[in-house]
Structures are given as structure tokens and as C-alpha cells.
């Protein structure tokens, strides 16, 4: 087997067709809710409709900065690229990284987040583990377990080959 590379490790991260056409029908459906409640709260002058807005605001804010869209590998972290920051994870916090089924996050408890049709971001719970799930195709994830933190799910075109590549590294690290 050759040595690890230090080379960038680049991912994508892509909706399945059917959760990309619910997710704009959803983004749709509130961005008009956002709109007929603002309307309505100037017309009406009630204040339990500018909480309505507030409340379809605050997801679809959520929606378009935490929304994932790919990420890469380097010699010393992964980086998570969202639609509007990233994350940054020095991999000597990570423990592991291997690829798993899609019923971590469609069969999981949503203790704070979004899903399924824009996609799984948050925090959920599955089998006793709580963990923040940045998932756009359930069928292609990788769980990422932290040395000191909770673990971070999250979805890439190739998920065998990203958690090989994290295993990789984190074996080249270790103290021989």
C-alpha cells in the first residue's frame, strides 16, 4: 500500500433530484409565507404575525448559510465548506471517519434542525450518539467521530473514498 498523500483532497456535495425539487418547492412555499405574513402584519397590525415571518425568516436563513456544499482534506484538517462559512476541523480531533447508512439521520431524533426536504442540518439523535448532521443525500454519508467533541455527519459524492482518505491521514499521524 503507498504512503498517504498530503495532497488537498477536494469533495462535493450533491442533493438527490427528488430532495432538490422539494427543497425548492419548500424554499418557494416560504419565501411567499414570508412575504403574505409581513403583508399581513402591516395590514393587520399583529404582532403574532411578524413572530410567524420571524420564525419562516430564521429557517430560511439557516437554510442558505449552513446549506453544505463541499469541502476538502488537507494535510492537518477538514474543511467543511457551507453555502455561506465553513467549518474547520483539525484532524487531531478526529478519532474516525467511515461511511454510513442513511438511517443515522432519516431514522434519528431532530433534537434542533431542519429535514428532510432541505436537506438534514442540525443537530440529531440516533442510537444514544448526538451529533450535528450537514447532509444534503442521506444515501452517501460519512460519520466523523471527535476526540473531545460531538461527532459531525455529513454527505459527499464519494463517501467510501473521503473516510478512506481521512483513515489514511490519521494513520500517518500516529506516533510510530
Known sequence: MSPPSNEPYEYQCQMID???????LNLSAMGVS?????VGAVIYELATLWIGAALVGIVLAC?????????S??????????????MTIPLADVA??????????????????????????????HAGATFLALVK?????????????RPITLSCER??????????????????
Not at 437554510?63 to 469541502?71: A, K
Request: glycine share 8%.
Open 34 to 38: 414570508l412575504v403574505v405574513l409581513c
Open 18 to 24: 427528488t430532495v432538490r425539487r422539494a427543497s425548492i
Open 73 to 86: 482534506l488537507e494535510a492537518n484538517q477538514l474543511t467543511m465548506y457551507l453555502r455561506a462559512t465553513r
Open 96 to 125: 474516525s471517519a467511515e461511511s454510513c447508512s442513511g438511517e443515522l439521520v432519516t431514522s434519528g431524533m431532530r433534537i434542533f434542525g431542519i429535514g428532510p426536504s432541505l436537506g438534514y442540518l442540525g443537530w440529531y439523535r
Open 159 to 176: 463517501p467510501d473514498e473521503l473516510a478512506r482518505h481521512i483513515t489514511s491521514r490519521l494513520r500517518a499521524a500516529e506516533p510510530t
Open 63 to 71: 437554510n442558505v448559510i449552513y446549506e453544505p456544499i463541499g469541502g
Open 137 to 149: 443525500d442521506p444515501d452517501k454519508l460519512v460519520f466523523i467521530k471527535r476526540v473531545d467533541a
